[in-house]
């Protein structure tokens, strides 16, 4: 059974900084994209931060210059460095794998439980 277990969470002052851990499990890690997304409440699930196999990296505007996303294939782990946390950042975090092998109309995806982050003085 695939897991992704996110950590790493928790209260931050603005201006801080935290960084979230995602531990996959039980799927061949270097070919997935890894994603971050966040889910404030009552709002939408957005996506945050995206790195792929080659390990291109996307951010979105508003984080983009803030956080930074890396993997490492051999602890099959991705991280989400937060610096500079702003109050609308609060969310849950959560981790994201996905993978469309070529010409298959086939997709993996897996999802973690989340992570709560709350920035706040």
């Known amino acids: 059974q695939v897991q992704l277990v996110e950590s790493g969470g928790g209260l931050v002052q603005p201006g801080g900084s935290l960084r979230l851990s995602c531990v996959a499990s039980t799927i061949t890690f270097s070919i997935y994209t890894m994603n971050w997304y966040h889910q404030a409440q009552g709002k939408q699930r957005e996506l945050v931060a995206s790195?792929?196999?080659?390990?291109?990296?996307n951010y979105a505007d508003s984080v983009a210059g803030r956080f930074t996303i890396t993997r490492d294939n051999a602890r099959n782990t991705v991280y989400l460095q937060m610096n500079n946390l702003k109050p609308e950042d609060t969310a849950v975090y959560y981790c994201?794998?996905?993978?469309?092998?070529?010409?298959?109309?086939?997709?993996?995806?897996?999802w973690g439980q989340g992570t709560q982050v709350t920035v706040s003085s």
């Open positions: 790195i792929t196999s080659g390990e291109t990296t």
């Open positions: 994201n794998a996905i993978f469309t092998p070529t010409r298959s109309t086939l997709t993996y995806e897996y």
